[in-house]
């Protein structure tokens, strides 16, 4: 959290939709271009479930945000003409409140005594921001992953809010093969000593598990044939006498995602929001997707779906907008061809950025 | 292993590919049916990375074998008709000498005072079983999964044995992706305390490690698409206390799969078999797998592949089937629509067996 990172407090307490309250809860985030007087030009961004707020560089923290070039003056998200907000979710260790953040009643870190957190409280945490700053009607909610899956709940719990929504890489509700996915990193970082049930001292204690768990992600989250164009079966050039230290460079290049996220990321945060996504299921509301997004108020709506990602197939962003069609949005599906999987909507900016432009001017 | 289990001599000292050497190594193999008087009838299959020689039931063993519903009388491997063989790899802890052995020395496990083995070994381990049955051209030699790369190997250093071969699900050489999951599970396993740095005492002691590379084996031989078809989000009918325990029935799969696999293998034997698959590469054999395939000798092959595997996409069986017709040999190249991914050659019999039995039938 930087200079740049603004704070939005929730009701307090603040119920979460399983149980529970959470006294004195904040949200972080962080905002870029000017609301205009009629608070009309505010486009907020949810994000995966990693990312802090900090989706681009600004006059208070020049540091390169998770989206660079999507924001920022005459880029997609122009802050010459839109207000734009990113949101850190409820539950996660960047700024909002989460496992990490000191108990009221203590002091020490919440850990396993925070209150289940779903989708749904992410959602709500996020739109207490846009009201924190006087915006009743969003231009566009818009996020990918778990945060499509976000953007789904606020039109569903918030919907004057949430006329136009952009949805992307994620699902209405997560396929069984993403929640074996999912579980098993959960199980991972469980299975790390350091983990002690939760009574870690500090994340660096369970940074083996950790680290495990983020190779599995990062092996998923692009394609295979990204993975083999990219490394094919290319070598290290030298190995240690360990006899099964790495000896590919896929190896070696996952070694290092795993050496930059662990410590650097709360495990218990991880395993909340990790479970929040098997969770989500829009069909909970009225026992189909459908009737879920019929209890949205969705005008237009944008759903992007990338070929090559095997944990949210482009069938589940089918679904998403067949069923947003039949509740009455105009819709446009984007089926692209990226290589990149999952993670394309972070690096095949060249396919995603014009179809979000073209959906924002037609608004 | 049971009174069904034969075992053939390997030379001793056995020289492995990488080196180091083994002392009155054996491999173990099951047989059905009878060797003819010229002594041509014989097929012979290797195995994918777990199966023990028992690939079906028998007079000396009667319990259901991996292969069951393909081997016997009037079966597609049939027994009144062929001798089939199936033999346990070298490295494996069913039967044949691997890391789990006792070290002639002093009689405790080898563990990784083992030799590193490669699919070249397991190859030459095949083949000696075949020699010391006294044949010298087997009918027919077929693997799948690591049992088609060993099935290639046996066609390279083995030609005038090997004329017609049957590859399934395999490659010629591991892609990324392959190598980048089995990286991890060797990692998952060796982060359990109890591995030891290979010094455990029993295999029980490494269950967790085992059990969580085995899950997320059992998770990627299937397709996202059999997983959803399967389970979709059918949650289990109670949870118990602990609030990260399964919740969805693939959980609980996963689960059970685990703890049938946890104990049941030798963890250094799977360590050694998942490196080996990463190891082998057919292009070594002259710069190309083309290069390769023309070391062989190889008269009809028949290479299938199944369009949902992540593991061993399609594309790579096709490079097989390619780089062999380059080399002469007549090729029946078959992508089979099964939806069980990886392990469709297990259960989609009936997309398997007619083809392999139009492929002896032509021989």
């Known amino acids: 959290m930087t200079g740049a990172t603004l704070y939005a407090a929730l009701p307090s307490p603040f119920h979460p939709l399983r149980g529970g309250e959470l006294k004195g809860a904040i949200v972080a985030f962080e905002t870029w271009g000017t609301l205009n007087a009629t608070r009309d030009n505010a486009i907020l961004i949810v994000t995966g479930m990693s990312p802090s707020a900090h989706a681009a560089s600004g006059p208070l923290d020049r540091s390169p945000g998770w989206w ?14 839109y207000f734009v907000i990113c949101v850190n979710s409820l539950g996660s260790c960047k700024g909002s409140t989460g496992p990490a953040s000191p108990h009221p009643d203590d002091g020490e870190p919440y850990r396993l005594r925070f209150p289940a957190i779903t989708i749904e409280d992410i959602a709500d945490g996020a739109a ?5 700053l006087g915006i009743t009607r969003l231009c ?23 006329p136009n929504i952009v949805v992307m890489s994620c699902a209405a509700r997560s396929g069984a093969f993403a929640i074996a996915l999912r579980s098993l990193q959960r199980q991972i970082v469980r299975a790390d000593p350091g983990w ?9 204690d369970v940074a083996s598990g950790m680290g495990l768990a983020r190779k599995l992600g990062v092996a998923t989250y692009r394609s295979p044939q990204e993975w083999r164009e990219r490394f094919g079966r290319a070598r290290l050039p030298e190995r240690d006498a360990d ?8 190896e070696s290049y996952l070694d290092a995602h795993a050496r930059r996220w662990a410590g650097g990321f709360d495990p218990a945060s991880y395993l909340y929001l990790s479970r929040a996504m098997d969770w989500f299921d829009l069909a909970d509301y009225g026992g189909s997707v459908e ?3 019929q209890q949205m108020a969705v005008e237009q709506a944008l759903v992007i779906g990338v070929a090559s990602d095997i944990l949210f197939p482009v069938e589940q962003q089918e679904e998403i907008a067949e069923a947003l069609a039949a509740a009455g949005a105009r819709v446009d599906f984007q089926s692209l061809p990226s290589i990149q999987g999952h993670d394309a909507f972070l690096v095949d900016i060249p396919r995603f950025a014009p179809v979000i432009s073209r959906f924002l001017d037609g608004l």
Do not use: K, W
Request: charged share 15%; aromatic share 4%; glycine share 12%.
């Open 196 to 204: 002690n049930g939760g009574n870690y001292q500090h994340s660096m």
């Open 128 to 132: 207490q921001v846009a009201s924190s």
């Open 291 to 293: 009737a879920g997004c």
């Open 243 to 250: 006899p099964f230290a790495s000896e590919f460079q896929i």
């Open 68 to 81: 660079e070039p999507m924001i920022g003056r005459g880029r997609t998200l122009d802050s010459d003409r």
């Open 140 to 162: 566009a909610v818009m996020g990918p992953s778990m945060g499509g899956m976000t953007t789904l709940a606020m039109a569903l719990r918030h919907p004057p809010l949430c």
